[in-house]
């Protein structure tokens, strides 16, 4: 029995920009915060984090740049007793020799991606053994079932989007109080051929709209509008800000994983633009989803239309958003009923250091 909180390494390479480096800092944190755990984040690019947690280094949790070599700034002996390795990404040689070495390995752990494919329960805690060290990796999945580790979620996330104050939020970003019937949008999107044909169908919608954006190359860097479309461009907004624009509109598209997984927090219709991938993989990720979500039919042509597949239908898609917000809201609940990612993974590397 341990008789102090685990010490934690987390190790991310940061590939898609913002997805990596936001999926490892938000379960750093809540694995310091939340649980007491002594945890660092080894990470090669320091860039994003700043953007997404400007504050970071006033946090519990212990943020280093993953040198290389990595033996160069780390002792042998200072392994953790619970090492992660996010979305297997190779860990040093140096310190998995090192991880051989005590009396009692440590929990080795490979972060998984985000899937609602079928087969992910069935891998969910799966162990592999190392071919020549005593060492044994296990893979650790999120999902949307209870077969799976669960969802990123704070403890204090309820409390927070109750005490949301949206008017104070407009007042803030210097946007005016919603028109009568404005529908207001979140754009957080890849590249995408769809955005002139969906900026089109706003401006000459009937229902005023109002499109705020963050980080999105190809749009004009001032305020503007077009008929019907007020576009309104946003700075880049940090993790928990980041949750306040998806609970101040009413439609918000996502990318990614981290943002979409806040989508479904906020439980508010929501547009996603997966992570594309060779051969159309994603297409199968994305079809996997919407086949578990309640909304899944009313969501599937647009979203796929949204993903280059077919052609956007922005009025149908429009006159189906009243019927989307009861399934939306049903599916959050669903969601938050079960145990949140890291606790999951808390309760795993326990049952093992005991």
Known sequence: MMN???????????????GDAGVCWRLARQLAKEHGWRVRLWIDDIRPL??????????????????????ATWLPTDCAEVVIEAFACELPAAYVEAMATPFRPPVWLNLEYLSAENWVAGCHRLSSPHPRLPLVKHFFFPGF???????????DY?????AFDEAAFRTEFGLPARAPGELAISLFSYPNPAWPELMQAWAAWATPSRLLRVLCPGFAEAAHSAGNLSIHPLPFLPQARYDELLWACDLNFVRGEDSFVRAQWAAKPFVWHIYPQDAGSHLTKLEAFLAKHPAGTQLRQFWHAWNGEGRLNWPEFAASLPALGDPIKQWEKTL??????????VQFCLERLK
């Open 145 to 155: 079932d209870e077969a799976t580790g669960g969802l990123l979620r704070e403890a």
């Open 50 to 71: 700043r953007r997404l947690a400007p504050d970071f280094a006033n946090s519990p949790v212990d943020v280093r740049i993953w040198p290389k070599p990595f033996a």
């Open 4 to 18: 102090q909180p685990p010490r934690c390494d987390i190790f991310c390479t940061v590939v898609d920009n913002y």
């Open 158 to 162: 309820a409390q927070r989007r109750c």
């Open 336 to 345: 938050a009923a079960r145990a949140d990612l890291t606790s999951t993974l």
